[in-house]
């Protein structure tokens, strides 16, 4: 007797109708209308979509804060009651709409900011990816591990390590290339550890993985006080990867900047967010990953490994982690600081959550954060009188209250975190 295994067997649920996400939706756009609207600052606002110095650049957008407040509150309010429409005849709100809800959202608020200046849209959208490479990397950790049912806490000592040792390995060989292949096999080997603790040994995953960061972060925190800050053009100095221009698609208005103009690092995302997608839900291997982790005693009996599958997911995993660490290196700052990756691992777990287990959509949630570093610095630039802690409240909130209204009760993988014994 054979068990026939088809795509689709081991999705999530369907969200449930909720009108959470409809008066969330009203409750915003009345802020946007009368808030940077009606009462908002009457100044003008430049929107320049292409930079100075682009191939093509295209005519800005200029127009008064507070009109930008109406016009966009207003189309705000219309997506709203599309919104009701849908849930009154007991259809959720399409993911699509709430994802451009959010971006006229955006451009809402930041012409309320840059009121008297202008709003430079594809340096802002350019940077905010640049920032959120590491968050992505370490998402696609967190989606690989816990599609198999292992917990990945250790995503920030794996971002760690992997910033530690593409430094490093990258100036004493002077070559970058080398350093990021040792940033994903020294971050692989972190993740090893976990899988082998919780898979071989069944240690609880949560504190083997509380327990690898604290010890990577003592660890890196000793070699560079010690080492590093010794002999810095020596032993961290990697420098970066070169901006590379894709011929054609670059010159692309808008879009070509943004996407077709970066550090390797920043198109190896481009590469893995799909790859990781079609491997998950498109192939068999994919098929047996997930049924591990819904239902691992239904895989193991029809002769899917368990043990095995999940110590490599979580390794390779873990590799992709050590690209993430790569990223804040060699990919961007051009070389290692202490605790640099400041808390994104776990950032990584939230947006995992937010991005229900999917790739598309994790990384779509961890744009949010790279959007919050860049509005930080941004912000201050134009609107020094805006509280900067305000500013950085902002991204934060809106993602909680994403969670909560806007993606609803999320079904996590059934067997996450739980050990499988083979009776």
Do not use: C
């Not at 009121?115 to 594809?122: L, M, S």
């Not at 221009?245 to 808008?254: A, G, H, Q, R, Y």
């Not at 994919?286 to 029809?302: K, S, W």
């Not at 961007?332 to 808390?343: D, L, P, T």
């Amino acid at each position: 007797m054979s068990i026939e295994v088809r795509p689709g067997m081991f999705s999530l649920a369907e969200a449930k109708v909720s009108w959470k996400a409809p008066w969330l939706m009203l409750f915003f756009s009345l802020i946007v209308l009368v808030g940077f609207g009606l009462f908002g600052r009457d100044e003008l606002v430049e929107y320049t979509l292409t930079p100075d110095d682009a191939a093509i650049v295209l005519p800005a957008i200029s127009a008064l804060s507070s009109t930008v407040g109406v016009v966009l509150g207003v189309l705000l309010l219309a997506i709203t009651g599309l919104a009701f429409w849908s849930v009154s005849s007991q259809r959720p709100v399409p993911l699509w709409w709430s994802m451009i809800f959010g971006l006229i959202a955006v451009i809402s608020l930041l012409g309320w900011l840059a009121a008297g200046d202008r709003v430079p849209f594809a340096f802002i959208l350019a940077n905010a990816i640049v920032l959120a490479i590491p968050i992505i990397f370490g998402g696609m950790a967190g989606v690989m591990s816990e599609r198999v049912g292992v917990v990945n806490i250790a995503i920030e000592g794996q971002l760690l390590t992997g910033a530690f040792v593409a430094a490093v390995v990258s100036t004493l060989t002077g070559n970058l290339y080398f350093g990021l292949v040792a940033a994903m096999v020294a971050s692989a080997l972190v993740s090893t550890i976990l899988a082998v603790f919780s898979v071989r040994y069944l240690v609880d995953q949560i504190i083997v993985g509380v327990v690898l960061n604290v010890l990577i972060i003592g660890v890196t925190n000793f070699l560079y006080s010690q080492w590093l800050t010794q002999d810095s053009s020596g032993v961290n100095n990697p420098g970066t990867f070169s901006i590379w221009k894709i011929p054609f698609l670059s010159e692309i208005p808008i879009l070509g900047p943004v996407f077709f103009e970066n550090r390797l690092t920043v198109f190896l995302a481009f590469l893995f967010i799909p790859l990781l997608w079609f491997i998950l839900f498109r192939t068999r291997l994919g098929l047996r990953a997930r049924a591990v982790g819904e239902y691992p005693m239904a895989a193991d009996t029809m002769g899917v490994n368990v043990g095995r599958t999940r110590f490599w997911w979580v390794t390779l995993g873990g590799a992709l982690a050590g690209l993430g660490g790569a990223a804040f290196t060699i990919g961007n700052v051009g070389a290692f600081g202490q605790e640099m990756s400041n808390g994104q691992g776990f950032i990584a777990l939230a947006v995992v959550i937010l991005g229900r287990w999917h790739p598309f959509y994790m990384s779509a949630a961890a744009l949010l954060f790279g959007f919050s570093i860049i509005l930080r610095v941004w912000a201050n630039q134009v609107s020094p009188g805006i509280p900067t802690d305000f500013i950085i409240m902002i991204p934060y909130l809106v993602t909680i209250i994403a969670v909560v209204g806007f993606v609803g009760k999320v079904r996590p993988p059934a067997s996450v975190g739980k050990p499988y014994v083979k009776e």
